[in-house]
C-alpha cells in the first residue's frame, strides 16, 4: 500500500524558511516523478514543484529562486526547502507520486499524480 505522509509545516513570518518532507512507503519515489501542490482556502490546487529519478526539475513561476525540491533515495523521502516565504505562500501543501513516466510539460498538472499524501499546513504571516 502506497503511503505519503507530510510533516515539517507551521507558521512562520514573512521571509522566513520551511522544510516540508514527505516519507514514502510502498512505492519508490525516485522510479517516477514526485511534486509538491498547494491548496490555498477558496483556490484550486496548483503545482509548486516536481522532481524526476535524474534529479530533473520543475518549478511553479511563483516559487522558482525561492523554494527547492530534492529527493533523498536511501530514504525514500521528499523534500520541499522554502526560502523568503511570503503572505502568499499559505496553503496545504501536498506531496504527490506518479504511476508512471510523465512529460516534463505536465509535471505541475495534478491530474497526473496518482498518489497523494494527507498535508501539512504552511502559514506566513506578514
Known amino acids: 500500500q502506497v503511503q505519503l505522509v507530510e510533516s515539517g509545516g507551521g507558521s512562520v513570518q514573512s521571509g522566513g524558511s520551511l522544510r516540508l518532507s514527505c516519507a514514502v512507503s510502498?512505492?519508490?519515489?525516485?522510479?517516477?516523478?514526485m511534486g509538491w501542490f498547494r491548496q490555498a482556502p477558496g483556490k484550486e490546487r496548483e503545482g509548486v514543484a516536481s522532481?524526476?529519478?535524474?534529479?530533473?526539475?520543475t518549478y511553479a513561476e511563483s516559487v522558482k529562486g525561492r523554494f527547492t525540491i530534492s529527493q533523498d533515495t536511501g530514504e525514500n523521502t521528499l523534500y520541499l526547502q522554502m526560502n523568503s516565504l511570503k503572505p502568499e505562500d499559505t496553503a496545504m501543501y501536498y506531496c504527490?507520486?506518479?504511476?508512471?513516466?510523465?512529460?516534463?510539460?505536465?509535471?505541475?498538472?495534478?491530474?497526473?499524480?496518482?498518489?497523494w499524501g494527507q498535508g501539512t499546513q504552511v502559514t506566513v504571516s506578514s
Open positions: 510502498g512505492y519508490t519515489a525516485s522510479s517516477y516523478i
Open positions: 522532481i524526476d529519478i535524474f534529479g530533473g526539475t
Open positions: 504527490a507520486g506518479t504511476s508512471g513516466w510523465i512529460l516534463s510539460r505536465l509535471r505541475l498538472d495534478e491530474r497526473r499524480f496518482a498518489y
